[in-house]
């Protein structure tokens, strides 16, 4: 099946009901046939649901689906993009471990990294500049990932991903990639060597403002067992789970049966059915809101760059950008829906230009059928010095717009007069 055909009718057989949306399986437990059967289930000998902080049946189909479109062997379902971020990182480091990260991060990303996971003794490294060039010298016999956003929030910038995932794998240190923005329809990081897929399916999946989650996607591709010394976790008996051996017992997808069995069932970041059933109802509608979307942001990236109000527009669709050819070779030609922009007038011009539009709405999300505003340095990385946010590429005056699916025309209006608001204030 293609992706469209996917994201519609992926990883759903309906039971003897026939019924044709997916079901939302609104229990806690399931009911075993009897202790030999309870038994198998416990030791993931035989398929089967037990406990809803572990597994249910609509998740289920939302990870069947969302594995096949990144292309991965299996997926895990979880309450938030952060809790899908967490949980990778902890699944494969422990105190003593560093992870090498890109500094082109969403802001709750970036604090996680930079302030608390040094307190549980996971040393994490930021490199600076262009990635592919900075992060070898940080590697060394302690590293237990790489992790970048495949299109950096709200940076716009987009990973080498090709070299990246070749520079980590000389390493034999497994890459965990963010693929939030851009989604499985305009890039599947899996196909250039990544290992481990996390997205925020509260963004453009989901699709309406609606519903936090967030996933995480097992490539099935890392040798953990070359790598024994580092990864005992996957090597070695688990006695958080009565001994399985990951890498021996599920070589197809270690990586997302030890995070359910390990990490969601002892911490229970758990996405509900029902948010699961709402990130289905997304899921179907991704392929059209997209292309509605892209010409949306194409049109106000034209309109902003041919406006003399505005001091620079960034937007990968341009030749000027940095991303420029990044975007063509990993986003089949196709940019992101997020135009990001600095008035005329710098810092005051874009707190003016945040407080005046009227159908643009003012928060700290993307991917809403709704077209967004965000000021970042004053809101989601609002915590980051002026270092850091030098470092994520933020500047002060940085003004993020998420296009939604409304009129342009109402849009391009909206922002006129916004613009001249800021003006008049700068
Ligand atoms: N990753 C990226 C790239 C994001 O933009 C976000 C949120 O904006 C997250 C992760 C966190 O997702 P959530 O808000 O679902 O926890």
């Not at 494969?92 to 930079?114: C, D, E, H, K, M």
């Not at 990081?189 to 963004?203: F, Q």
């Not at 067992?225 to 017992?249: K, L, S």
Request: charged share 20%; aromatic share 8%; glycine share 8%.
């Amino acid at each position: 099946m293609r992706d469209e055909t996917i994201a519609i009718q992926g990883g759903y057989t309906a039971d003897a009901t026939r019924a044709v949306a997916v079901p939302i399986y609104q229990t806690i437990a399931h009911d075993f046939v009897d202790a030999d059967h309870a038994g198998a289930v416990f030791d993931l000998e035989v398929p089967g649901f037990h406990y809803n902080r572990i597994n249910n049946p609509t998740n289920d189909v939302l990870e069947q689906r969302l594995a096949a479109l990144e292309g991965g062997t299996a997926s895990l379902t979880v309450a938030s993009g952060m809790a899908a971020v967490s949980y990778a990182v902890l699944n494969l480091a422990r105190a003593g471990s560093n992870i090498v990260v890109a500094p082109q991060l969403y802001g709750a990303t970036y604090t996680w990294f930079a302030h608390v996971l040094p307190t549980v003794g996971i040393d994490v490294r930021f490199a600076s500049g262009d990635p592919v060039i900075s992060m070898e010298p940080l590697i060394d016999k302690h590293t237990a990932a790489i992790f970048f956003e495949t299109v950096g929030n709200p940076a716009g910038n987009v990973a080498d991903i090709a070299a990246l995932t070749a520079l980590a794998h000389r390493y034999g240190v497994p890459v965990i990639a963010d693929n939030t923005i851009p989604t499985p329809l305009m890039l599947k990081p899996i196909e250039h060597g990544v290992d481990v897929v996390v997205h925020s399916l509260t963004k453009f999946i989901g699709g309406h403002g609606t519903t936090l989650g967030g996933v995480i996607i097992d490539a099935g591709t890392f040798p953990w067992t070359e790598h024994a010394d580092r990864f005992p976790m996957f090597t070695e008996p688990e006695p958080a789970f009565h001994g399985v051996v990951y890498a021996r017992d599920f070589p197809d997808a270690p990586f997302v049966v030890r995070a359910r069995t390990v990490a969601l069932r002892n911490t229970g970041a758990t996405l509900s059915p029902f948010n699961a059933f709402l990130l289905l109802q997304g899921l179907e509608t991704l392929a059209i809101r997209l292309e509605r979307q892209e010409a949306n942001a194409l049109a106000v990236a034209e309109y902003l760059a041919a406006d003399d109000r505005v001091e620079w527009v960034g937007y990968a669709g341009f030749p000027g950008h940095r991303s420029f050819d990044l975007a063509k070779q990993y986003l089949k030609g196709r940019v992101p829906p997020i135009v990001t922009f600095g008035p005329v007038g710098g810092y005051r011009a874009a707190l003016s230009f945040f407080d005046s539009v009227c159908l643009f709405k003012r928060l700290v999300n993307l991917g809403d059928a709704k077209s967004l505003v965000s000021h970042s340095a004053s809101t989601t990385h609002r915590q980051l010095g002026p270092e850091e946010l030098a470092a994520a590429e933020i500047a002060p005056e940085l003004v993020r717009l998420s296009l939604g699916l409304e009129h342009i025309d109402d849009l391009l209006e909206d922002i006129d007069h916004a613009l001249n608001t800021a003006a008049r204030t700068s």
